[in-house]
């Protein structure tokens, strides 16, 4: 099973409203990644998280709060959000975060639109 | 520093042609190089991946392609189109930052199938 779940699949959120993304894998991957991806665009990585803990911060806005519950679970905390963080949030997983040869698997995304 | 870049962002062929979509790498090291598949409304989806295993490789949906260093390049191919081939592909090479793995993907080339 090479599957990533996203919840929700669309979102809709005020400026001031607090949200959160969920990810989930079962394939026993010890890294996962929460991308940003515009229209007709590439994936931007934000945050990469490895055995629970975070690795990289692509230097994100705090209105954007990651987290890594446990090894099978990915969360994305929405807070204060702008007009132009509208856009579709994939989340995907990976084996080992070490190493280049690595398949990363995506899961479907939540497609957020904030008014 | 590593990079792709994607020529042609729009490519369209009649069903049953041949799919070219191109894809040109640098890296100052022996790249890994990746092609997702991004169908409307949906994640990415690997077709393939080089390792440097085998020059020719073979990915899901008949797709392939060929690793060619003295070209730097990276080409999709495939015989002969299909309707459902329709979709966003992204050209991807890996790397490591702090320690983590990083996709730095191309522009992404959109591939419409005329019937």
């Known amino acids: 099973d090479t599957e990533v779940t996203q919840t929700p699949k ?3 959120m005020g ?3 607090k949200k959160s993304l969920k990810c ?3 394939m026993g ?3 996962m990644y929460w991308y940003k991806q515009k229209a007709k665009k590439p994936p931007e990585l934000m945050f990469v998280y490895s055995y629970e803990k975070l690795s990289i911060n692509e230097s994100v806005p705090s209105r954007f709060s990651p987290e890594c519950p446990n090894s099978s679970l990915l969360n994305l905390h929405l807070h204060a959000l702008q007009p132009e963080d509208s856009a579709l949030y994939l989340c995907a997983s990976s084996l080992e975060r070490t190493r280049r040869q690595e398949t990363q698997y995506f899961g479907p995304g939540t497609r957020l639109l904030v008014l | 520093a590593q990079s792709v ?3 042609g962002s729009h490519v369209s062929v009649s069903e049953g042609a041949l799919v070219l979509l191109r894809c040109n790498y640098s890296s100052s090291v022996p790249p890994y190089l990746f092609w997702y598949v ?3 409304n949906q994640g990415l989806q690997l077709l393939l991946k080089y390792t440097s295993a085998a020059t020719l490789v073979k990915g899901i949906n ?7 260093k003295s070209e730097t390049s990276f080409h999709l191919t495939k015989p002969s189109a299909h309707m459902s081939d329709a979709a966003e592909y992204f050209c991807a090479v890996s790397g490591i930052i ?6 730095v993907f191309g522009q992404g080339t959109r591939l419409t199938i005329n019937p």
């Open chain 1, 10 to 12: 669309h979102l809709v």
């Open chain 2, 5 to 7: 870049t994607q020529l």
């Open chain 1, 29 to 31: 991957h010890r890294a």
């Open chain 1, 15 to 17: 400026m001031t409203n």
């Open chain 2, 98 to 103: 702090q320690g983590a793995q990083k996709l």
């Open chain 1, 24 to 26: 989930e894998q079962h």
């Open chain 2, 38 to 40: 991004q169908y409307p």
């Open chain 2, 62 to 68: 008949g797709f392939e392609a060929e690793f060619k």
